[in-house]
Nanobody
Framework: QVQLVESGGGLVQDGGSLRLSCAASGRTFSTASMGWFRQAPGKEREFVATIGWWSGTNTYYADSVKGRFTISRDNAKNTVSLEMNSLRPEDTAVYYC?????????????????????WGQGTQVTVSS
């Protein structure tokens, strides 16, 4: 049984930073491509960032966060992180991590929410203006 648990959300001012973490258990973490998505009130869930399995060399970002957010993974700790800098009020949302195991990495595929089999419960990020 795969479990994903996000942490690190909170309230931050415009221009501030947060670091989200997602702890995975239940399967060999290094074989999972991981993604971060977010959902604001009244809006659909949207792609934020993805990182490929094993070394995590392959990463891909939504245009809206490129240059501000960084996704990374630590296979020894079974975690994927999202470093968020220069936060804006429009970044306010519930952030979810997701996992897809043993699928050849493709940015085109792994930016789709439907590509993922497992999801965390989400963590709230609120950016005040």
């Amino acid at each position: 049984q795969v479990q994903l648990v996000e942490s690190g959300g909170g309230l931050v001012q415009d221009g501030g930073s947060l670091r989200l973490s997602c702890a995975a258990s239940g399967r060999t973490f290094s074989t999972a491509s991981m993604g971060w998505f977010r959902q604001a009130p009244g809006k659909e869930r949207e792609f934020v960032a993805t990182i490929g399995w094993w070394s995590g060399t392959n990463t891909y970002y939504a245009d809206s966060v490129k240059g501000r957010f960084t996704i990374s993974r630590d296979n020894a700790k079974n975690t994927v992180s999202l470093e968020m800098n220069s936060l804006r009020p429009e970044d306010t949302a519930v952030y979810y991590c997701a996992a897809k195991y043993r699928e050849p990495y493709s940015a085109t595929f792994h930016r789709l929410a439907a590509a993922y089999d497992y999801w965390g419960q989400g963590t709230q990020v609120t950016v005040s203006s």
